[in-house]
């Protein structure tokens, strides 16, 4: 069966510290990937896409890489702060799967002072 | 960077009633316009697909007659939830994938309405 998968345990680490979230999908065959962050009660804001021909992507304190052979995609944030504790989604647009965007369901992270 | 605004943000209807939420692309067109359902500590459910212009695709089990989408122009699409029942109360969403700049990929999502059914 299709599945994309996302650590459902929230991840606490300390400020300061490499937050590494996980996103693993199965049965798909992704033109690209998206990362979204989602605050309480609001909607998904888009952060990063990456493209199954690309290895990698960055933009300011995240980085995304992207494994077609291990179909896993991990999101880092260096140098993490309280302000970037919330739920991270990831998505992936398959081409099997007219163009719809398939979501994970998510990690929660918590950044501590 | 690209827009999207929801509108209301908040509603309370009585059951029976009938809501409309309305979703705008502010500062691109969008080719196609996404409706989402988000139950606390879920994922995002897709519950149909619009193409301005044309009818709406409704993903399995979601009923079309109660959920009526329209998407009259490239920067406008709305949801009416139809006799809505407490059980459709839940976090809407809509999203955009758009036109131009580099923009035919990324999918934008609006702030979400959520919607209380007493």
């Known amino acids: 069966s299709q599945k994309i998968e996302q650590n459902s345990e929230a991840l606490n680490i300390q400020e300061g510290k490499t937050a590494t979230l996980t996103c693993n999908y199965t049965?798909?065959?992704?033109?690209?990937l998206q990362w979204y962050r989602q605050d309480p009660g609001r909607g998904p804001v888009f952060l990063l896409l990456?493209?199954?021909?690309?290895k990698e992507k960055r933009k300011e304190r995240l980085k995304v890489t992207f494994d077609t052979t291990l179909k896993q995609s991990l999101f880092h944030i260096t140098a993490s702060q309280p302000a970037d504790s919330a739920t991270y989604l990831c998505?992936?647009?398959?081409?099997?799967?007219?163009?719809?965007?398939?979501f994970g369901q998510g990690t929660e992270l918590s950044v501590k002072p | 960077g690209a827009v999207v605004s929801q509108h209301p943000s908040r509603v309370i209807c009585k059951s029976g009633t009938s809501v409309k939420i309305e979703c705008r692309s502010l500062?691109?067109?969008?080719?196609?316009m996404f409706w989402y359902r988000q139950f606390p500590k879920k994922s995002l459910m897709l519950m149909a697909t619009?193409?301005?212009?044309?009818?709406?695709?409704?993903e399995q089990g979601v009923e079309k007659d109660k959920f009526l989408i329209n998407h009259a122009s490239l920067t406008l699409s709305t949801l009416t939830v139809t006799s809505a029942h407490p059980e459709d109360s839940s976090f809407y969403i809509c999203?955009?994938?758009?036109?131009?700049?580099?923009?035919?990929?990324?999918?934008?999502f609006g702030p979400g309405t959520r919607l209380t059914v007493l």
């Open positions: 998505a992936l647009r398959s081409t099997n799967q007219g163009g719809k965007l398939i």
């Open positions: 619009s193409n301005e212009g044309s009818k709406a695709t409704y």
């Open positions: 999203s955009a994938r758009g036109l131009g700049q580099g923009r035919s990929n990324e999918q934008f």
């Open positions: 049965n798909y065959s992704p033109a690209y």
């Open positions: 990456i493209r199954e021909n690309e």
């Open positions: 500062d691109f067109q969008a080719t196609t």
